[in-house]
């Protein structure tokens, strides 16, 4: 069993910064790819990004590429996703989820969500 806490998401001006974080806990973190998602009202879910486990290797959806970057501390069992350059489009929910794969991302587990709102 994983279990997933985000925090950090907010209300900020387009062209500002949040950083988010998950905080997991359980014994088997560290053999888990974990996934960014976020889902807007009326709008099916979108993977923003995803971290693989030891090898850490980044996938990052395009429009993001560039602005977000994740990363993973597996002794601290946190997930962190840094959002730069940020834009309206960006308001969602964020939800970090543990996954099969970055290749295969069917969800295992999944946090409660963090609310991220971009104002102009």
């Not at 997991?24 to 990004?49: C, H, I, N, T």
């Not at 971290?51 to 990052?60: E, L, M």
């Not at 993973?72 to 969602?92: C, F, H, I, S, W």
Request: glycine share 10%; aromatic share 8%; hydrophobic share 30%.
């Amino acid at each position: 069993q994983v279990q997933l806490v985000e925090s950090g998401g907010g209300s900020v001006q387009a062209g500002g910064s949040l950083r988010l974080s998950c905080a997991a806990s359980g014994s088997s973190f560290d053999l888990k790819d974990m996934v960014w998602y976020r889902q807007a009202p009326g709008r099916q879910r979108e993977e923003v990004s995803c971290i693989s486990t030891s090898v850490g290797s980044v996938y990052y959806e395009d429009d993001v590429n560039g602005r977000f970057t994740v990363s993973r501390d597996n002794a601290k069992g946190t997930v962190l996703l840094q959002m730069n350059n940020l834009k309206p489009e960006d308001t969602a929910v964020y939800y970090c989820a543990a996954v099969r794969s970055c290749h295969n991302t069917e969800l295992i587990y999944v946090g409660q969500g963090t609310q991220v709102t971009i104002s102009t």
